[in-house]
């Protein structure tokens, strides 16, 4: 993911669509804990898929963020923008509430529902293009 300011390793996201589906699983995974990872998986329903590219919608599991992803084939780029659903459920209120306090940073939650992810694009349009490696004629 392109932010010039994070520290470490790179975050890795795969992205695959499904036309005859009619859907788009985005999916990473973090290692907040060492020895721990955690993979997240979001869902998306395309509203727009021509030869520009794909655009989607879904919802957070917590039912608090509204999700678009916005797929364009050229130039290449990947872009998932939060919201938060407005207006705010008591639910989602109470939810940001205690997930700030988890963290110990009030507002954070509320940040993270304002996201917008800029994917740098680093393999093909076909996800099994480099599942194997090519084969060399004998």
């Not at 499904?18 to 990872?37: G, I, Y």
């Not at 979001?42 to 509203?47: A, C, D, I, R, Y």
């Not at 957070?60 to 990947?78: A, H, M, N, Q, Y």
């Amino acid at each position: 993911m392109d932010n010039p300011k994070a520290a470490g390793d790179a975050e890795v996201a795969t992205i695959l669509c499904s036309a005859r589906e009619n859907l788009c699983l985005e999916m990473d995974s973090t290692s907040a804990v060492p020895n721990l990872e955690q993979i997240w998986i979001e869902e998306f329903k395309p509203v727009g898929w021509d030869k520009e590219g794909i655009s989607a919608e879904g919802r957070s599991l917590d039912g608090c963020t509204d999700e678009t992803l916005k797929i364009r084939f050229k130039p290449l780029s990947v872009l998932i923008i939060n919201s938060p659903v407005l207006p705010m459920s008591e639910h989602c209120k109470q939810y940001n509430n205690s997930m700030d306090k988890l963290a110990g940073k009030n507002g954070e939650t509320l940040k993270g529902q304002m996201e917008q992810d800029l994917l740098v694009p680093t393999r093909g349009l076909i996800p099994f293009q480099d599942s194997a490696p090519p084969r060399k004629n004998r």
